[in-house]
Every structure is written in structure tokens, then in C-alpha cells.
């Protein structure tokens, strides 16, 4: 069947896999806060939890090699005189930690050296924190570190703005002032754009250091909430919100030109929001529904997100981190790592794996990924510098060694990605092309997945069939044949209607000269009718669905037709050989024919039928006379 390939995709069986509840992280008191954010971060050494507590807010820290029930008393990190909203850890550090609070404060925190869980005393001993960032006068709900400079820090209030921290001195240096309460953010790859959602439905990219958006257009029409994540080093952000009937979408938007979306895809009419995580690493966008057990998963290709699979689970989750890909098990295969809230008591890790059975690296599925070192300082980044941070080798974590550092610029850029331009209609192709010339489809067009195949592509499958099967037989006589393509008049010929008018001075009425084709139960007799005078026919033609030989043979009763001269066959050529449609169009012409020869012939029958009847029924009358 033409137009039908399957895509072919190294993560086209990536499956989801849970962990034993002996893996797990339980007896957690995860926060009942409705505020929306992920409740959970994760960093190669800890997932940070909102903590439910009682006389001001707090946040806990928990290794990941301490996994099973943790103790009833945790040490925990307190400071905060309301509900710790959100939290997020440095990229560069992973001991330290921000956090935003329903107090409108920051604060800045640092992992004690050798922090666990398990202490000798009974009472546990509380973190305080390193830094705290005054400046908002509402609720912070979203603190988020810039992936590329060292010690900034972006954070989200309720008064409407967000604010650039340089962690080095604690100040705000940069405010960007919306209309609305923001629902998210996500930095750009190099840390100098950054976009937002907001409650007035619209979607912002903010030229950070000029203060002001450089687009601002309209997201998603619906009135819950919306999310958004920058896609890694690609010109593109991915939004999940709702529309005005409540269905969830998925939008995908051009940073250069965000006018308009690229595309906006419902996906379905829960009512949780959609939490969108991007891996740059295998191209994947992750959705988590709030509400929802299950994890959807995309790949991005040709501007297009390609639906992979579903990791399903009854257990539904509130909160859900990603890990960073330095931190995943490559002697697994595993690709990425997720921690989602169940029940509010408990942390699940979910492995997503591709199934292989290699015992070695896989490189093809392990690119370099954004190690531990900044590409610049605080300083130099609010000074105007741009850059992506250093990366690493991935091979060498595997192999147990000291990460091997590669600079960015040395791994390749993802290519800007262009929707697939439209294949050209046939009309328009004009040259013959040879068989043995005929292109291949691009691993491109044969790899992508569309829909399936209308009924025009069915048709022009079916006629490059029969063009193929007409070319071989008259392989020896040409050495090129026509593309299916080229459009061509039959070969006029004088019907056997016309012949017999001339034969017998007879005109054949015109409504027996238009009727239609004889139905499917007349064929096989108008086929098998033998002929009164038969005339030579000439020889079908490249690309007719029905031969010569089989027309002689169903003629069996007939006087077989002569030979045609070679005179009378015309050449077979790229010039002369018509398409399947004017060779249909001539075998209709032919049947056509036949049935009106038929017809005539039943008229005549029924004449002398007639005549005979009256004749007995005089003889008749004599005899009893």
C-alpha cells in the first residue's frame, strides 16, 4: 500500500518501568497546597519535597541512595513563616537549592556535607538557610535557575512580576512586569530569553536583560492553567493548556515568529493540568497529567511531535521531577528518570528504558549532555554575555571514570526543522523519467508517520502498478517507458457501432449509443458474444489493464481477428504510449460497443421470433380450416 511506512525511531519502544515500593520513598507528608507547581525537584543526589508543617512552611531533602520508609521525624528545612510554594536546584551545584514561599520571600539554602535522613538522636536537627532575597510584596510561586550562568535565579510572584536575582550579592538587577499572576517559565538553552504563561492567557518571550517581551501573543483560549518549556537548544517552546470547551492541548510555537502556533493538538478533556519536561538528550517531550496515572511521551521531529507511547499507572500523581540525564543508568539503557507524588504519602521513581539487549555503551542513544560547569559567572552574564555551558561525555560516566568535558561548540546544533514541503501533484510532472532513473524516497519521507493513505493515493498506487506491469512486457521493444504521469489522448478508433451503420445504412438510436457500461453480471456475457464481422484491433497499449491475448481468448466463439500490421500498431515510446486512464476509457469505448451490437442482435431475434409466431398461428388457423 502506497504512502505506508513505518517511522523509524530509536525510542519508538521506550517503556516506562516502576520501581518496587521497596524503591520507593514513603511515609512523606507532601504538601495539600493548591498552588500549582511540581511539588517535587530532583538533582543526581536529592529530590526535594513541599513539606505539609505546622507553624510556618518547610521543604525536605532526600538522599536518593536512602530509599524504603523514611523516620517519622525528618530533618527539615525550615524558615519560611507560610507554605513553601516551589523549589528548584542549581544546575551547577548540587547541594544548593532555592526556594519561594506564601510568605513573598527567597531563600537560598545549602545541603549540609554528609546530610542523611537517619540520625542517632530522636530529635532532628532543622536547616537553615544561607540567603534570603526580600523584594516581592506577594506570594512567590515559582523560583527557576538560569541553565547557563552561575548564580541567577529567576523568581515569580504574585505582585505581577518577575525578578533576576544575582545570588553573588542578593540583589534583584532585572524586573519583568506582566498583567497577570504567571502560571510558568522556562529559560531559553543559553539562558539569555526567557518565556512565560500567564493568567491572561497570553504567552511571552522576554528578552530578559532589555526588561521588555520581545513577542506577546495569545496561548491558550481556555481558563486553567497553562504550562510551557523551552525546547532545549531548538527555536521552539512546547505549551500544554486547555481550550475554551476544556480539552487539553498541546502547542508547539516558532520563538522567532510565535503569530501564530504551529500546531495546537487536543489531546483529551481531563481536567488535571498538563506538566510538560523536555530531554534534549533524545529529542522526547514527557506530559504528566495532575490527576492523571499515566505519562504520555513524544518525539520531535520535522516540527512535528510524533506520539511515541504511555506509561500507564493507576496510582494518579499531584507532582512529578525529571532527573537531569548525568544522573540516569546507562548500563540500563534507562533514558530518563521521573519521581511523581502517590497518595501524598509516598515518591515513585519511573525508569524509561529502551529495550536492548547490548551489554556496551550505547553512543546513539547517549549524545553529550550539560554537565556541572557554568558557561559564565552572574557577573558576566548580566554584563550582556551569552553562551551554552560546557558538556560531557556520558560514555564516561559509564565506564565509572571522571567526566570528560567537551566544549558546546564542538557538538553539533540540532537543525532548524522545517515542516516537509508537499509532494508535487502528478499533473505537474512533465519529463519522462527511467525506470532505472527513478528516485528513492528520502529516509525523511519514508520514515515519517501521517495518516492514512486517501483515495486519490490508492489510485495512483494502483495505476503505477499496472504502468509497471505494461513496462515489463514491452521491455524488449523500448528501452524507456512513459511516467504514469504524463497525460495522453487515446488512440481514436472507429467503434464496431460505426462499422456495422456503414455495413447496413442501419443508425444506431442514441439512447442505445450513451447507455452506461453493462454491470458487473453482463460483463462476463458482452465479453463472451461472439461477433458478426470481426476487424482487426490495434495492439493495447502500455499501461491498458486488459491485454490482447485476454480479449481473443474471451472471444472464444468468434472468428479470430487477423493479425495488426506493424504499420497499424503505433510505436511504444515516452511520446506516444497513452495512460491507464485513456486505455480504460478505450476498453469502455470497446465494451460499449459490444453491448449495442448485442442489443441490435435482440432486437432482431425478437423480430423474427415474432414473425415465426405469427406464421404458426396462420398455419395454425388453416389447418383447422
Partial sequence: MSGRFVRNSKYRHVFGRSAKKEQCYDNLRISNNAWDTNLVKANPKYISVNWQASGG????VIPLDERGKLPEHLPLFRGHTAAVLDTDWSPFDDSLIASGSDDGKVFVWQVPEGFTLHTDGDESHDVKPVGKLMGHSRKVGHVLFNPSAENVLASASGDFTIKIWDLQDGKSKLSLKHNDIV?????????????????????????VRQQRPAHEVSGHSGAKNSRVVWMGEHDRVATTGFSRMSDRQLGLWDTRNPTKAISIEDLDQTAGVCMPFWDEGTQMLYLAGKGDGNIRYYEYENDKFQYLSEYKSGEPQRGIAFLPKRGVNTHENEVARAYKTTHDTMVEPISFIVPRRAEVFQDDIYPPTVGSKPAMSAGDWFGGKEGLPPKISLESLYEGEEPV??????????TRTETAPAPAPAAAVAKPVRREETPTPTPAATTSRGPPPS???????????????ADDEDEGSSDETSSFEEVQKPVERPSIALRQEQKTGVRTPPHVQKDPSPPPTERSSALSAPEPEPEPEPKPQPGSTLSGESLSSSNATSTPAPEPRKSEVPASSSATAPTPTGAAAGLKDHLLDIKSLLQRQAEQIADLTR???????????GGHQ
Avoid: C, H, Y
Fill in 57 to 60: 512552611g518547610a521543604f525536605a
Fill in 183 to 207: 502560571q510558568s517559565l522556562s529559560w531559553s538553552a543559553d539562558g539569555s530569553m526567557l518565556v512565560t504563561t500567564s493568567r491572561d492567557k497570553k504567552l511571552r518571550f522576554w528578552d
Fill in 405 to 414: 568535558e567537551i566544549s558546546a561548540d564542538s557538538v553539533p546544533k540540532p
Fill in 455 to 469: 483515495m486519490k493515493d490508492n489510485k495512483e498506487s494502483m495505476s503505477a502498478m499496472a504502468s509497471k506491469f
Fill in 611 to 621: 414473425e415465426v409466431g405469427e406464421l404458426k398461428a396462420r398455419l395454425g388457423e
